[in-house]
């Protein structure tokens, strides 16, 4: 049975695109015939999608019924190499900031008019706000008699009076404070998502005192000293690629590299479509935690595939029964956060290779005291040439 189309009121979220709901967000939803040739049709819009790894889509959906479709172009999912080659193959000089443009936006005819089209809109601008240097939201569109291009200026987005490839560019100001796309007041909230049809955080009570940032004092004598040893930026690390054709291509940002830390250690690694991680491999001493930032894939692990997507975090603990190794099995990047405590002695166990690796570290600036990589053989006897 069809289910019934919602109405005005409605709660309105953005929710990946799977099986159960990928025939209807191509072939159910459609614009009214005055409106198909202001954008693509949902279907062309998932097949670009394929070819271009910026591409971030959703369904929208109003009480659990899809409504509509949106995808951006944010090019914070790229890798900067991809970034550089994707603006040198456009012909025109890289921004020193990443962009994320509003690339396609459709509400269903039939639900026109009941406000989901705003609602997914302040979805939207509350994602854009958790995207790293994302401070505008960018859109473009026809004009003519039934252009969106007044919709959109009546949520905040303004004409930048540039007109490329016959379409008016927009720009939504994502700091603005008023307007029906607002950020909400307390800054620490434009970080959540909410499933919610306004965009805005309500205000504080009346009467009561907005808090006042603490008075922040002068670097002192050590501050250089102690940010060189303690913090890390990850858009300032330098990359390094890990590639072994046919399966391996990662770029790693390694985090812990001259750090304080001895005992623990961090990268992003960022994984390339169709390709692995590290080997699959097991330790016995050091445990591992994963956070996945961006992108979708699996976690091969003790014989099992999961499934593994943006918001992740996942546990492994030392010891034999949890092999594992990220597959990036889509056609975007897949992005996460290492961490791993540096206990040693260590030994490390390659299932696929038959290898073990063992090392002994006392000091991570200077590498391994002790390392020995090689296949099992025969045991030894204990006093196996002795003299």
């Known amino acids: ?63 659990g019924v899809p409504v509509g479709f949106v995808m951006l172009a944010d090019e914070t999912l790229l ?106 007041a307390d800054a620490a909230a434009t970080t959540t998502v909410a499933p919610a049809t306004a965009a805005a955080a309500a205000a504080p009570p009346a009467g009561e005192a907005k808090p006042q940032p603490a008075a922040i004092p002068a670097p002192g004598p050590r501050a250089a000293e102690l940010a060189q040893r303690l913090l890390r930026h990850v858009d300032e690390v330098a990359l390094h690629r890990e590639q072994r054709a046919p399966l391996y291509d990662t770029l790693c940002a390694r985090l812990g590299d001259g750090s304080a830390a001895r005992k623990l250690g961090a990268s992003v690694d960022t ?48 010891g034999p029964d949890y092999p594992h190794q990220f597959v990036n099995t889509s056609a975007r990047p897949l992005r996460y956060v290492s961490i791993g405590t540096r206990e040693t002695p260590e030994i490390c166990e390659y299932p696929d290779s038959g290898k073990d690796q063992v090392w002994s570290v006392s000091d991570p600036a200077r590498g391994p005291d002790y390392l020995a990589r090689q296949r099992r053989g025969p045991p030894l006897d204990y006093w196996d040439g002795e003299p």
């Open 1 to 63: 049975m069809t289910p019934a189309l919602p109405d005005r009121g409605s709660t309105v979220v953005l929710r990946e695109i799977d099986a159960s709901t990928v025939r209807t967000i191509t072939d159910e939803l459609q614009l009214a015939p005055h409106q198909v040739d202001y954008v693509a049709s949902n279907a062309v819009s998932l097949a670009q999608a394929l070819f271009h790894p910026e591409a971030w889509y959703r369904a929208i959906v109003a009480d």
């Open 79 to 184: 890798t900067p190499e991809a970034r550089r080659a994707a603006w040198d193959a456009a012909g025109e000089p890289m921004p020193e900031q990443p962009r994320l443009s509003l690339w396609r936006f459709m509400i269903d005819h039939r639900v026109q008019g009941r406000g989901f089209g705003r609602a997914a809109l302040a979805c939207v601008a509350a994602h854009a706000r958790t995207r790293p240097g994302i401070t505008v939201l960018q859109a473009s569109c026809v004009p003519g008699p039934a252009s969106p291009q007044p919709f959109y200026e009546a949520l905040g987005f303004v004409p930048t009076g540039v007109i490329e490839d016959g379409e008016v560019g927009l720009v939504l100001d994502l700091d603005r404070r008023d307007g029906p796309l607002a950020a909400p």
């Open 271 to 318: 994984l390339a479509p169709g390709m692995r991680g590290c080997p699959y491999h097991l330790h016995h001493a050091q445990e591992e935690l994963f956070v996945v930032l961006d992108g979708e894939g699996h976690l091969r692990v003790a014989g099992e595939m999961l499934p593994v997507r943006a918001g992740h975090v996942v546990f492994m603990p030392a």
